[in-house]
């Protein structure tokens, strides 16, 4: 082959590197998506981007268990009989820094009413950064560490799984997935995606 082929090559293997690294950048940090309610999802997506799914039609949310961020042991099997919500997180996505503070406002207020956050800190390679992302940002609410997105994978396909970061979910009493967000969040869109599920009896 010609050294002019050979570069060439080089070239096109380059820029579709680029491409791919470019596309894997985007899916690990961004505002999300929406997904539809249609075949057997059993959620409907609202006019604010929240997935929600009817008491009856909710799926089971897996226990989730490991050491967190500051080498304590947690499973969310312990907040059964409250209202949980979940934030997936990292202290390198630009769109999660953006939201902490909003949901450690929102976790002050709710607290004393059944509600407890639990975050899942992935792909940070160490806990040090997750640790100062927490302190920057005054969050007390405790996060799962999950370097490689284990627990995500614990959530069944066709469910309100986690599919970006940040993502958000709400479980109700019973431990079933009722709502979910793919996007960061702001204090007043929580609040709505809490309150409902809160009210439920």
């Known amino acids: 082959m010609s050294a002019a082929r050979r570069a060439?090559?080089?070239?096109?293997?380059?820029?579709?590197?680029?491409?791919?690294?470019?596309a894997l950048t985007l899916s690990a940090c961004s505002s999300g998506g929406t997904s539809g309610g249609g075949g057997d999802t059993?959620?409907?997506?609202?006019s604010n981007g929240i997935d929600a799914a009817a008491q009856g039609k909710r799926a089971t949310a897996p226990e989730l268990s490991?050491?967190?961020?500051?080498?304590?042991?947690?499973s969310t099997a312990d907040y059964k009989g409250k209202v949980l919500v979940i934030n997936v997180w990292g202290?390198?996505?630009?769109?999660?820094?953006?939201?902490?503070?909003?949901?450690?406002?929102?976790?002050?207020?709710?607290?004393?009413?059944?509600?407890?956050?639990?975050?899942i800190n992935t792909r940070d390679t160490s806990t040090t950064p997750a640790k100062a992302f927490e302190k920057e940002f005054g969050v007390s609410y405790p996060s799962l560490y999950d370097p490689t997105g284990k627990q995500m994978l614990r959530f069944g396909k066709g469910t309100l799984n986690p599919q970006a970061i940040p993502s958000t979910l709400v479980i109700d009493r019973q431990g079933r997935i009722a709502a979910r967000a793919l996007m960061p969040l702001g204090e007043d869109t929580l609040r709505n995606m809490i309150k409902p599920v809160l009210a439920e009896k």
């Open 8 to 22: 060439s090559s080089r070239t096109a293997l380059l820029a579709v590197t680029s491409a791919a690294v470019a």
């Open 42 to 46: 059993n959620f409907v997506t609202g």
């Open 66 to 74: 490991g050491q967190t961020i500051d080498g304590k042991q947690l």
């Open 91 to 119: 202290s390198w996505c630009p769109p999660c820094r953006a939201e902490a503070k909003n949901f450690q406002t929102v976790y002050e207020d709710v607290k004393g009413q059944g509600v407890e956050f639990v975050g």
